[in-house]
């Protein structure tokens, strides 16, 4: 059976096709060129939705430097809604295929989700690769923006067993191995919500069934995670923290949200985690959208695939 695109995600790729030639897609293991095309889209798809700070008049932001492994500063926003103080909070991880994506870029999603539910956020400027980090550096980046919050719970009122942590592509295959790593090393960690996580390095061959849709290529995943995992790529040198799809229990793991499209290359290697999860008696809701492409929602906030989303996400959070 055929797949069938979204008649709104349809309609947005139309319109963008439209508007003139599009670039060739980058080369493998040409990272360069990823970054600065996943850093026009990122800023594209932010001008979609209110611009940050005066769209969110109730939320206020504050920078903080976090010391990660081997002594690295990296930067953590923090972003709160006045007059709201749930006792909960999210840690979050942007996505960017490991090698694109900052704070700044990500600032109207953080909001958006700090408004619409009072949680507050933190927002992780973790190292990219392979020029800021490789292997295990990202998700240790975010994992001590995790350590740092729950050293600031009293002052910033929040609970250190209501702390969850979250994050989109990249960034939700960081988030996963944060949760991992809490596991590990006896960190309370309330929740993980993963969307449409990179999970898996060894997810490299093409299914022309989806080739069609795809908005993140196989190639692209070679290169994010060769970028990544440099000589370790392909092999059982691979840490599980870095490929949360390799670890070889999830006993222990935090409670989960996964979500991904039909029609995206990660829907295989989501719905496993999830399987496994669930097959460990985590509790774990799986969302698998249908006609959906990757980050559907990002390019189409509007769209009721991208409403329905944002309510179920929102149901999430708030019920931390």
């Given at each position: ?32 060129t990823l970054r600065a095309r996943g850093v026009a889209s990122m800023r594209w798809m932010a001008s979609l939705l209110p611009a940050y700070p005066s769209g969110y008049p109730l939320v206020k932001a504050s920078s903080h430097k976090v ?254």
């Amino acid at each position: 059976m055929a797949f069938t695109l979204d008649p709104e995600l349809a309609a947005v790729l139309q319109a963008l096709a439209e508007q003139g030639d599009p670039a060739p897609p980058p080369e493998r293991d040409d990272w360069r060129t990823l970054r600065a095309r996943g850093v026009a889209s990122m800023r594209w798809m932010a001008s979609l939705l209110p611009a940050y700070p005066s769209g969110y008049p109730l939320v206020k932001a504050s920078s903080h430097k976090v010391r990660s492994g081997g002594g690295a500063e990296i930067l953590v926003r923090w972003y709160e809604r006045a007059g709201s103080a749930p006792g909960s909070a999210v840690v979050y991880a942007h996505g960017g295929g490991m090698v694109a994506g900052s704070v700044d870029l990500y600032d109207a999603v953080v909001a958006g989700y700090v408004q619409a539910t009072g949680v507050p956020f933190l927002s992780v400027d973790y190292r990219l690769a392979p020029d800021g980090a490789t292997g295990t550096g990202p998700v240790e980046d975010v994992f001590a923006a995790l350590s740092w919050l729950g050293g600031q719970a009293a002052a910033l009122k929040v609970d250190p067993r209501r702390i969850a942590v979250m994050g989109d592509s990249a960034g939700g295959g960081l988030a996963a191995g944060v949760a991992i790593l809490a596991r590990d090393r006896g960190v309370p960690l309330a929740h993980q919500a993963l969307l449409y996580p990179m999970l898996d390095d060894r997810n490299l061959t093409p299914d022309p069934r989806l080739t069609p849709y795809v908005a993140w290529t196989w190639d692209d995943n070679w290169t994010g995670w060769h970028a990544l995992l440099g000589t370790a790529f392909g092999t059982d040198d691979v840490p599980e923290v870095a490929a949360p799809a390799r670890v070889a229990t999830v006993e222990g793991l935090a409670p989960a949200y996964v979500e991904v499209g039909e029609l995206d290359i990660f829907r295989a290697e989501a719905v496993g985690y999830a399987q496994r999860l669930a097959e460990a008696d985590i509790p774990a809701e799986l969302h698998v959208h249908g006609g959906a492409i990757h980050e559907y929602d990002r390019l189409a906030p509007a769209s009721r695939l991208g409403r329905r989303a944002m309510e179920d996400r929102k149901r999430v959070i708030s019920s931390l």
